[in-house]
């Protein structure tokens, strides 16, 4: 399975733009980089995924590697609502989905 | 609205009883899947079910157990051979197959089970 290494915890105040990095240097070239996050006492919430390009919804933006060993999410203008444990998961296709979730990275979001 | 029901939200349980936490999707979705989250740390993959009457083991299912007799619902039971059931647990659903491969899972706000 392709291991990731996130930041175990990151800082940033209110309404200023949010850089969560990832890397996953053994990931496939078929394996999709998926984004969940969780707030507390809640389950998982999607946020974003991509495979090679960059990718943009009303949630976040997705920045990819050429070489596809890491990635960035962007939170554009982060707010309290942001305040979050962000996983990033390589998404495996056997059969069915396999979510590997690691620790992820603890967001904390300063008013 | 769509989505995943799990309930109750919170439960107990004497020591050596089994128990069933229930998971109900109204999205259509073919696939199913229970997760197991402890304290700081991230989920585990129980069991998982691509469509009815078909289950498959996951990272962690000893001591579980899961039937899958329709496509809204994926009930979960805890054994009395689960050695450390205290635990949040998760259920998951998501479209499956070809060009739903890739589509996100959507969670349920879990079940929080503790035993006294």
């Known amino acids: 399975d392709a291991k990731t290494t996130q930041p175990n915890s990151m800082e940033s105040n209110e309404e200023e733009p949010v850089h969560l990095p990832c890397n996953h240097s053994?990931?496939?070239?078929?394996?999709?980089i998926h984004w969940y996050r969780q707030l507390p006492s809640q389950g998982p919430e999607y946020v974003i995924h991509?495979?090679?390009s960059n990718v943009n919804n009303r949630m976040a933006s997705l920045a990819i590697a050429e070489d596809r060993k890491s990635s960035t999410l962007i939170l554009h203008r982060a707010t309290l609502r942001d305040a979050a444990v962000y996983y990033c998961?390589?998404?495996?296709?056997?059969?069915?989905?396999?979510?590997?979730f690691g620790q992820g990275t603890r967001l904390t979001i300063n008013p | 609205d769509g989505g995943i029901t799990q309930s109750p939200k919170y439960l107990f349980r004497k020591e050596g009883q089994n128990v069933t936490l229930s998971c109900e999707q109204n999205l259509n979705h073919d696939a199913m899947y229970w997760y197991r989250q402890d304290p700081g740390q991230g989920l585990r993959l129980i069991y998982y079910?691509?469509?009815?009457?078909?289950?498959q083991k996951g990272d962690i299912a000893e001591g579980y157990s899961v039937s899958r007799e329709k496509k809204e619902s994926f009930p979960l039971t805890v054994t009395s051979a689960q050695k450390n059931p205290t635990a949040f647990y998760l259920c998951?659903?998501?479209?499956?197959?070809?060009?739903?491969?890739?589509?996100?899972?959507?969670f349920g706000d879990g079940t929080r089970l503790s035993i006294l």
């Open positions: 998951a659903s998501s479209g499956t197959g070809g060009r739903y491969s890739n589509q996100p899972q959507h």
């Open positions: 991509g495979l090679t």
């Open positions: 079910s691509q469509i009815v009457n078909d289950f």
């Open positions: 998961i390589p998404l495996i296709i056997q059969g069915a989905q396999k979510l590997v």
């Open positions: 053994t990931i496939s070239g078929t394996d999709y």
